[in-house]
């Protein structure tokens, strides 16, 4: 199947984080351990560079990506490799850390996206201030987004948001809120004011790219097609460092109700067509072993809890 889709892998090499959000979506405030991808793991990826065209772009996540020690050294081989590099950060670093960064990639720096967390910021003015250093010492060619979650807004969260967005208005950059999810249902109602860009979409059984022109990797090495997939075993696509690890040959069918993943939506990898077919008996292998990997992934399952609670 012909895809004019663009090609991503993220690849997330730390869960370790500058923030603690209460809504963080890896449930950082409740998960005891974040890890970083080991050495082994980061030859594995390179590997997997090696054996795939120069036109996926490269994400390197978090966590907070800059918290891996290795994080330079890893940026440097990837672009060293010919490949675009996509980062993203909370901002949390000193300028000169984001400095480093723009010298180090330059024109290979293809986007650097920041999201906004506003209860972690600590000071919100200076925040602002290293906001337009950022803006005004990042390469000409790096795009940059916005990402501003919502969570439990009020006046005074409000009028930051403002202060954001006069900035993005000042320097065209584009932005997007995002709606706190929890258990595939959004957590809040919030005003028209704020519009997301993402809307979630029902996808069962169709065909979509994700696992075939993009994949996100966990620190750990295992691969999946999308965000989301941990509950879900035919959207494992192996672990990095195993010989059986492989994209899919081609668009196969998607076995979730909805979609939330964003990128997958904007990337264009889902089709219009569908296989209801090959969902339901995706779907079968799925109910088959749902036990066996919420065993596997038990932590992440205590957390999620922990964190449904807390809210
Ligand atoms: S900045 Fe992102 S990764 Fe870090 S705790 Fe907040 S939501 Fe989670
Ligand atoms: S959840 Fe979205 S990205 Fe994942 S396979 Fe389904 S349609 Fe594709």
Redesign the pocket.
């Known amino acids: 199947m012909e895809n004019e889709a663009n090609k991503f892998i993220d690849f997330i090499i730390t869960q370790k984080c500058t923030y603690r959000c209460k809504y963080c979506s890896q449930s950082k405030n409740q998960t005891l351990e974040c890890n970083n991808a080991t050495k082994e793991t980061i030859q594995a990826f390179y590997k997997l560079l090696d054996n795939i065209e120069k036109d996926y772009e490269i994400t390197i996540t978090g966590g907070e990506a800059i918290l891996h020690p290795d994080f330079f050294e890893i940026i440097e081989e990837i672009k060293n490799k010919g490949f675009k590099i996509n980062l993203i950060s909370n901002l949390s670093f000193k300028i000169e850390t984001y400095q480093k960064i723009f010298n180090s990639l330059k024109e290979n720096l293809n986007r650097f996206d920041i999201s906004f967390h506003i209860d972690e910021i600590q000071n919100f003015n200076i925040m602002l201030e290293k906001l337009e250093e950022f803006i005004l010492s990042k390469p000409a060619t790096t795009k940059t987004s916005f990402f501003i979650p919502l969570y439990n807004i009020d006046t005074k969260k409000e009028l930051k948001i403002d202060k954001i967005l006069r900035i993005a208005k000042k320097y065209n950059i584009s932005y997007s809120f995002q709606k706190i999810r929890f258990l595939n249902n959004y957590k809040e109602q919030y005003s028209e004011k704020y519009v997301s860009h993402h809307t979630k ?1 029902k ?2 059984a ?1 065909l ?4 075939c022109e ?1 994949a996100v990797i966990y620190e750990n090495g295992n691969a999946y ?5 941990r509950f ?1 075993h035919s ?1 494992f696509l192996g672990n990095i460092n195993d010989v059986d690890f492989k994209l899919n040959d081609d668009a ?5 109700c ?4 964003p ?3 904007l990337y264009n ?2 089709c219009i067509e569908k296989d209801y077919l090959e969902a339901l008996k995706e779907t079968g292998k799925n109910i088959i072993n749902l036990p066996k990997l919420i065993l596997k992934n038990k932590e992440i399952v205590i957390a999620k809890i922990k964190q449904f609670l807390s809210f």
Do not use: M, W
């Open positions: 979409r996808t069962f169709k979509c790219f994700a696992g993009s097609r999308c965000y989301s997939s879900n959207n196969k069918a998607c076995t979730n909805s979609c939330n993943c990128k997958p939506q990898q889902i």
